[in-house]
């Protein structure tokens, strides 16, 4: 693994969701070191100088493929405490902020089925997968449930169509609490997810910390090997 290194970046694009959910586009102004898909960086705000402290920041999942680190670094995020809210009212195109990176286990074999379970704002460390998915035309079997609470939660709906279209081994269920999309009504329901999975399937988890939990604690009880179940827990 790479060891994590500090870079400053430009913000290319704003891209925003929803009043609470955004993306931000950067743009590295130094050598990014090489990540694996559903690892994390840290962001702050306030300038860092070598040899000073590192400022305040939060993690986010790199939301950007591996392939196009050299040129551009995505993240997606919700707006939620004091430190998000300072995100969303600072940054914009041309701002700069501050990057640490990689971090983080919450890796994809290449060579295993994989059951990704999002909810909600949970998608995001699935992006750089999906993306360098694409790229590669990868025929990797890959299942995504994605739960969200209706239409106006739905997020990436075109990354994730062109996933269903150019990928021959990927499929997506959809879960939509209020039936304001086409998708199954209600919430996400790991019995029918578990029952769906091949045997040696790994589950992926992320999303609020009371679906992981209950979720990491249901398909143990189904008979899933703690090491088949893998968590990216924000908490
Ligand atoms: C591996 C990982 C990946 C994540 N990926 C995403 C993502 O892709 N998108 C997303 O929206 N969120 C993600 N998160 C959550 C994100 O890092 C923030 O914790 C979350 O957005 C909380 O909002 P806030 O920081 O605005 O809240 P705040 O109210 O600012 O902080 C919440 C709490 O965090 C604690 N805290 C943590 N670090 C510090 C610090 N340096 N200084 C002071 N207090 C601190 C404090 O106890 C504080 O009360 C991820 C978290 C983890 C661990």
Redesign the pocket.
């Known amino acids: 693994m790479a060891n994590p290194v500090k870079i400053k970046a430009t913000v290319k694009q704003v891209v925003k969701h929803s009043d609470a959910?955004v993306s931000y586009h950067l743009v590295p102004q130094g050598r990014v070191p090489k990540f694996h898909a559903g690892q994390?960086l840290h962001l702050a705000l306030d300038a860092y100088a070598p040899d000073t402290q590192w400022p305040?920041?939060?993690?986010?999942?790199i939301?950007s493929s591996p392939t196009v680190r050299s040129h551009e670094l995505a993240?997606?995020?919700?707006?939620?405490?004091?430190?998000?809210?300072?995100?969303f009212q600072t940054l914009e195109p041309g701002s700069e902020c501050w990057l640490k990176l990689p971090?983080?286990e919450?890796l994809f074999p290449p060579d295993r089925h994989l059951t990704l379970i999002a909810g909600g704002?949970g998608i995001?460390?699935y992006l750089s997968l999906l993306q360098q998915m694409l790229e590669e035309k990868s025929g990797q079997a890959v299942t995504l449930f994605y739960g969200v609470r209706s239409a106006r939660h739905y997020l990436f709906e075109d990354l994730l169509s062109r996933c269903m279209t150019a990928l021959p081994n990927f499929s997506m269920t959809l879960y939509c609490e209020d039936g304001s999309l086409p998708a199954k009504k209600g919430i996400l329901d790991i019995d029918a997810i578990h029952a769906a999975a091949p045997d040696a399937s790994l589950f992926y988890l992320s999303g609020p910390p009371g679906m992981i939990h209950a979720f990491k604690h249901r398909l143990s009880n189904l008979g899933v090997d703690l090491p088949r179940i893998r968590v990216?827990?924000?908490?």
Request: hydrophobic share 45%; proline share 3%; glycine share 6%.
């Open positions: 959910v994390f305040e920041s939060r993690v986010f999942s939301a993240v997606t995020l919700a707006v939620k405490g004091r430190f998000t809210a300072r995100i971090y983080g919450f704002v995001t460390p990216d827990d924000w908490e």
